[in-house]
């Protein structure tokens, strides 16, 4: 399943806009009246959120209730974007995409998934090029999702490493041997625990 960021702009007409881990648009959308649930089921569609990003600060309680909804990381810029900056923002990537804005709140959820985007690009970037020269077939999205939930590239990387048979059979004579040498001291101490008793 595809891992998404989705900017969330709540209010009697919520605005969504869906970007991939990669900053490609997947989806742009606004409701009147739109129900909690459905907000949901739309997202859902789409793939998995990792990111609900909002577009001021502190987000509003409906942006932190989706994202505990979906259990998911909560996007705050450091302060609340400027009308013009978002517009900016939102519309020179439009063009870009060929995505069509229809109203404010669009402009303002996708402002919020942009902006959330370019705060992790840089680590995304890195966990490609990591990824690359190691020639690893760990899928980049997962690590991504990980580095999102507060991993270090390389715990993500770590966590994500199918184990090797060898890896897994050393282990496994390791846990044997230090068995067999717990036990040996056991015995150890019981003989000695039986002479004292005797003398």
Same mark, same amino acid.
């Given at each position: 399943?595809? &891992?998404?960021?989705?900017?969330?702009?709540?209010?009697?007409?919520?605005?969504?806009?869906?970007?991939?881990?990669?900053?490609?648009?997947?989806?742009?959308?606004?409701?009147?009246?739109?129900?909690?649930?459905?907000?949901?089921?739309t997202i859902g569609e789409l793939g998995e959120a990792v990111l609900i990003a909002s577009d001021v600060s502190p987000p509003p309680? $409906?942006?932190?209730?989706?994202?505990?909804?979906?259990?998911?990381?909560?996007?705050?810029?450091?302060?609340?974007?400027?009308?013009? @900056?978002?517009?900016?923002? !939102?519309? $020179?990537?439009?063009?870009?995409?060929?995505?069509?804005?229809?109203?404010?709140?669009?402009?303002? !959820?996708?402002?919020?998934?942009?902006?959330? @985007?370019?705060? @992790?690009?840089?680590?995304?970037?890195?966990?490609?090029?990591? +990824?690359?020269? !190691?020639?690893?077939?760990?899928?980049?999205?997962?690590? &991504?999702?990980?580095?999102?939930?507060?991993?270090?590239?390389?715990?993500?990387?770590?966590? +994500?490493?199918?184990? $090797?048979?060898?890896?897994?059979?050393? &282990? !496994?004579?390791?846990?044997?041997?230090?068995?067999?040498?717990?036990?040996?001291?056991?015995?150890?101490e019981l003989r000695a625990k039986l002479k004292r008793e005797r003398n």
């Open positions: 399943m595809r &891992k998404l960021i989705v900017g969330v702009d709540p209010g009697v007409t919520c605005g969504l806009a869906v970007l991939t881990l990669d900053g490609r648009c997947v989806y742009v959308g606004s409701k009147r009246n739109w129900l909690f649930s459905d907000i949901i089921h309680a $409906s942006v932190s209730k989706i994202s505990s909804s979906l259990n998911a990381v909560t996007y705050t810029p450091p302060t609340s974007l400027n009308p013009s @900056y978002k517009q900016q923002l !939102a519309k $020179s990537f439009a063009e870009e995409q060929g995505v069509d804005l229809e109203n404010s709140h669009e402009v303002d !959820a996708l402002a919020a998934a942009l902006k959330a @985007y370019q705060h @992790y690009k840089n680590k995304f970037n890195q966990i490609e090029t990591r +990824l690359k020269e !190691a020639d690893s077939r760990i899928y980049p999205e997962e690590v &991504k999702a990980l580095v999102i939930r507060g991993y270090t590239i390389q715990r993500a990387i770590d966590t +994500l490493q199918p184990k $090797s048979k060898i890896e897994v059979k050393i &282990k !496994a004579e390791k846990k044997e041997t230090e068995k067999a040498r717990g036990s040996d001291s056991e015995i150890e």
